[in-house]
């Protein structure tokens, strides 16, 4: 059991540019969780998937943003025409099942916007 | 609109005493609830969690308490050691609304020799 990974580590981008980050969930987990940490928060929820099913968004996540989870394995979270707003650590979590159950995270991906 | 709220912003304490760190909610719907500890430029990890239908739980060092007609929950750390400095964020859900955890903006704690 390697844990949650998320890649790349850190992401610096240019103001309107497009980034993909991707998370690798525990493997017997069938849920992902998507979150977004700024300085001096604790993580917010954005999204997350049952399977390859996405089940919730949060109003965070603006037509911007899109998560996917094709097969139901590995999620991707696209974020179009970056902003500097968009600076923040994004995580990923994953878990057996449902709330009742930890959350484990990943070390998360920390995107730089200039 | 803070569902789960940590006033504490910092917390110091020395080696081998007791660290208590707290937290407050207001959802009425959250009847799970999980201690994180976060060290820089790395992911929350998970320390401990409690049922609404219990009011103490404990694992090692670590022990939460849940006082579900107050909406407060505690984590003691006892003895606390400097390994333990840390943010620690408490966190709930089980709204069945829902899966996602709402977090609190956490408490930086920083044991000293």
């Known amino acids: 059991d390697t844990g949650v990974s998320q890649n790349p580590r850190h992401k610096i981008t240019k103001r309107g540019q497009n980034v993909t980050f991707r998370c690798d969930p525990i493997s017997e987990h069938n849920r992902l969780y998507w979150y977004r940490q700024t300085l001096g928060q604790g993580p917010e929820f954005l999204t997350y998937f049952q399977n390859e099913a996405q089940l919730e968004k949060s109003r965070l996540l603006s037509d911007r943003f899109s998560a996917e989870r094709p097969k139901g394995s590995f999620s991707t979270l696209e974020i179009q025409r970056t902003e500097q707003g968009d600076s923040a650590m994004y995580l990923c979590?994953?878990?057996?099942?449902?709330?009742?159950?930890?959350?484990?995270f990943g070390p998360g991906t920390r995107l730089t916007v200039t | 609109d803070q569902q789960v709220k940590q006033n504490s912003p910092s917390l110091s304490v020395q080696e081998g005493r007791i660290s208590i760190l707290n937290c407050d909610y207001t959802n009425s719907m959250f009847d799970y609830f999980l201690w994180y500890k976060k060290y820089p430029a790395e992911g929350p990890t998970f320390l401990i969690s409690i049922s609404s239908i219990k009011d103490k739980n404990e694992d090692g060092r670590f022990t939460v308490f849940l006082n579900k007609s107050a909406k407060h929950l505690s984590l003691h750390i006892v003895p606390s050691q400097p390994g333990d400095s840390a943010v620690y964020f408490c966190a709930a859900g089980g709204d069945y609304n829902t899966d996602k955890l709402i977090f609190g903006t956490g408490t930086r704690l920083q044991v000293f020799p």
């Open positions: 979590a994953s878990s057996l099942g449902n709330s009742h159950y930890e959350q484990y």
